[in-house]
Nanobody
Framework: QAQFLESGGDLVQAGGSLRLSCVAS????????MAWFRQAPGSDREFVAG?????????YADSAKGRFTHSRDSTNVNTMYIQMNNLWTEDTAVYYC????????????????WGPGTGVAVTS
């Protein structure tokens, strides 16, 4: 089973930027559709961004479009990133990465394995 480790979370002011990293225990590129989710306190886990298994298509939640960018490491096939710009206080959450051997799903129950997450706190 694939395992994931997220990092890069921090405390940042609104309007700031962060880049989160996800390192998988298996090769990502070409083998898995990868996704980022987040969970704010008292809320359900929600889809943020994802990329198809072949890397050709990237998906974003409406709240992330134009501000967040998913990417894969060009040299390390186990690593992916999400660049988050112009952060809002509403982006405060624990961010998780996960993978699927099938298509990107926006329902977190479709994913079996999760990392421990990395916390992002955005202050006004």
């Amino acid at each position: 089973q694939a395992q994931f480790l997220e990092s890069g979370g921090d405390l940042v002011q609104a309007g700031g930027s962060l880049r989160l990293s996800c390192v998988a225990s298996v090769r990502i590129t070409g083998n898995y559709a990868m996704a980022w989710f987040r969970q704010a306190p008292g809320s359900d886990r929600e889809f943020v961004a994802g990329v198809s298994r072949d890397g050709s298509t990237t998906f974003y939640a409406d709240s992330a479009k134009g501000r967040f960018t998913h990417s894969r490491d060009s040299t390390n096939v186990n690593t992916m990133y999400i660049q988050m710009n112009n952060l809002w206080t509403e982006d405060t959450a624990v961010y998780y990465c996960t993978a699927s051997q099938y298509d990107i799903e926006r329902d977190p129950s479709e994913y079996a394995n999760w990392g421990p997450g990395t916390g992002v706190a955005v202050t006004s």
